[in-house]
């Protein structure tokens, strides 16, 4: 708890509070952990495994927000407001999580006020650098938007244990053409180029990466 970043300037003291109240849950491969909609009263800590955070448009499109992997947060706003989900989570393998109900978390917080300070200056943060992503993003090409999704995977094998070069990513062509938000054929078409120059090797639900930095030169 203490590596995830609204619980990591709380005091070891703080953190039992929180630990405490913590309840591990695991989910298969394709199971919803809850949907676009769903009230929220829960958040989770990935601990192994991967959850595809995604929303859905009301002309069918699907957007891939991001793909969380050990040590990440999600639906952390259910604990201050009873708000719907604004996105549906999915576990991409057999996962493992905490979770943390917001009645419970209220009762630690109101023995221990600081803590809910301490959280809601680091989700202040996390929204910040959020919106400067997405300012970033919608200046990038296909091509850029495509290359820094595959190179945030790379980072988050790597964290992993993951080699320096040859970094195996298990996701689809369709979820990473989610994740650079855009469409799955000019996904693939930048794909298909990285592949020709030795970037890449594509694969049945999988894309090696087998030269991380060459791949950093295609975000622009």
């Given at each position: 708890?203490?590596?995830?970043?609204?619980?990591?300037?709380?005091?070891?003291?703080e953190?039992?509070q929180?630990?405490?109240?913590?309840?591990?849950?695991?989910?298969?491969?394709g199971?919803?952990?809850?949907?676009?909609?769903?009230?929220?009263?829960?958040?989770y800590?990935?601990?192994?495994?991967?959850?595809?955070?995604?929303?859905?448009?009301?002309?069918?499109?699907?957007l891939?927000?991001?793909?969380?992997?050990?040590?990440?947060?999600?639906g952390e706003?259910?604990?201050?407001?009873?708000?719907?989900?604004?996105?549906?989570?999915?576990?991409?393998?057999?996962?493992?999580l905490?979770?943390?109900?917001?009645?419970?978390?209220?009762?630690?917080?109101?023995?221990?006020?600081?803590?809910a300070?301490?959280?809601l200056?680091?989700?202040?943060?996390?929204?910040?650098?959020a919106n400067?992503?997405?300012?970033?993003?919608?200046?990038?090409?296909?091509?850029?938007?495509?290359?820094?999704a595959?190179?945030?995977?790379v980072?988050a094998?790597?964290?992993?244990?993951?080699?320096?070069?040859?970094?195996?990513?298990?996701?689809?062509?369709?979820?990473?053409?989610?994740?650079?938000g855009?469409?799955r054929?000019?996904?693939?078409?930048?794909?298909?180029?990285?592949?020709?120059?030795?970037?890449?090797?594509l694969?049945?639900?999988?894309?090696?990466?087998?030269?991380?930095e060459?791949?950093?030169?295609?975000?622009?």
């Open positions: 708890m203490a590596s995830v970043e609204p619980f990591a300037g709380l005091e070891p003291r953190l039992e929180v630990a405490q109240v913590a309840i591990p849950r695991t989910f298969d491969r199971e919803v952990i809850f949907r676009e909609g769903d009230s929220g009263d829960t958040c800590v990935v601990r192994t495994g991967s959850v595809s955070i995604r929303h859905e448009h009301m002309d069918g499109r699907t891939a927000l991001a793909e969380l992997r050990s040590g990440a947060i999600f706003l259910s604990l201050f407001a009873r708000e719907r989900r604004s996105a549906t989570a999915e576990a991409l393998e057999p996962t493992a905490v979770a943390i109900l917001r009645g419970d978390f209220e009762r630690v917080i109101k023995s221990s006020p600081d803590i300070l301490t959280m200056k680091a989700l202040a943060n996390r929204v910040r650098r400067e992503r997405l300012l970033q993003q919608s200046f990038q090409t296909v091509a850029g938007r495509v290359a820094s595959l190179v945030t995977q980072v094998r790597q964290a992993e244990g993951a080699p320096e070069v040859d970094v195996l990513i298990r996701s689809t062509q369709a979820e990473i053409a989610q994740l650079a855009t469409s054929e000019s996904a693939s078409r930048f794909l298909a180029t990285l592949e020709r120059e030795g970037v890449v090797a694969g049945r639900g999988k894309v090696t990466v087998h030269e991380p060459r791949l950093r030169s295609f975000i622009h």
